[in-house]
T-cell receptor
Framework: KQEVTQIPAALSVPEGENLVLNCSFT??????LQWFRQDPGKGLTSLLLIQSSQREQTSGRLNASLDKSSGRSTLYIAASQPGDSATYLC?????????????FGQGTELSVKP | GAVVSQHPSRVICKSGTSVKIECRSLDFQATTMFWYRQFPKQSLMLMAT?????????EQGVEKDKFLINHASLTLSTLTVTSAHPEDSSFYIC?????????????FGQGTRLTVV
């Protein structure tokens, strides 16, 4: 059974700092991995999607890496800003022919202090 | 702009009544949609997979008679919470996957905060 773990559960940093959020999964048979952002009381916003054959994806100040063999992904946020404060969730898609289900980690609650 | 739209965003209902939540894919067809539930400070738990034109597939432990799912068209899935009780109060979010040309990416609705009083 696929399990996804995110570390740390919460993180508070001063503005401008670079930071890394970690995600690990137990079964390397994934279709792809997505990082999402969730603001309080809101839905999820897709940040980055990494296909299982890829090693990393970049979008602006965000860079996500994937090491499928070791079951790890990291989300790197450069030059953090107070507007980055939110909960970050990683999710893996299990093998596609099972309907593309997403298995989520517990999330990392990020607070960026001005 | 929004890719998946969910309505309503908030609903308060009396115990024993039923509530319907709609999930629409706005600019693509979705033969499959997903319904999740989220408790405060917790992650998303998949409740069921909604299949257009056929019965939904429910995750273990989810009561299909309480959480009725209908996927009558390629752009609309509905979740009806029947005979709601206070313990059904939660945040419900739907999702659909869209083909990007190289992969399928999951998009989520805005979520519905259900409060049963």
């Amino acid at each position: 059974k696929q399990e996804v773990t995110q570390i740390p559960a919460a993180l508070s940093v001063p503005e401008g700092e670079n930071l890394v959020l970690n995600c690990s999964f137990t079964d390397s048979a994934i279709y792809n991995l997505q990082w999402f952002r969730q603001d309080p009381g809101k839905g999820l916003t897709s940040l980055l999607l990494i296909q299982s054959s890829q090693r990393e994806q970049t979008s602006g100040r965000l860079n996500a890496s994937l090491d499928k063999s070791s079951g790890r992904s990291t989300l790197y946020i450069a030059a953090s800003q107070p507007g980055d404060s939110a909960t970050y969730l990683c999710a893996v898609s299990i093998v596609y022919n099972q309907g593309g289900k997403l298995i989520f980690g517990q999330g990392t609650e990020l607070s960026v202090k001005p | 702009g929004a890719v998946v739209s969910q309505h309503p965003s908030r609903v308060i209902c009396k115990s024993g009544t039923s509530v319907k939540i709609e999930c629409r894919s706005l600019d693509f067809q979705a033969t499959t949609m997903f319904w999740y539930r989220q408790f405060p400070k917790q992650s998303l738990m998949l409740m069921a997979t909604s299949n257009e034109g056929s019965k939904a597939t429910y995750e273990q432990g989810v009561e299909k008679d309480k959480f009725l799912i209908n996927h009558a068209s390629l752009t609309l899935s509905t979740l009806t919470v029947t005979s709601a009780h206070p313990e059904d109060s939660s945040f419900y979010i739907c999702s659909a996957r869209r083909w990007t040309g190289r992969d399928t990416e999951a998009f989520f609705g805005q979520g519905t905060r259900l409060t049963v009083v």
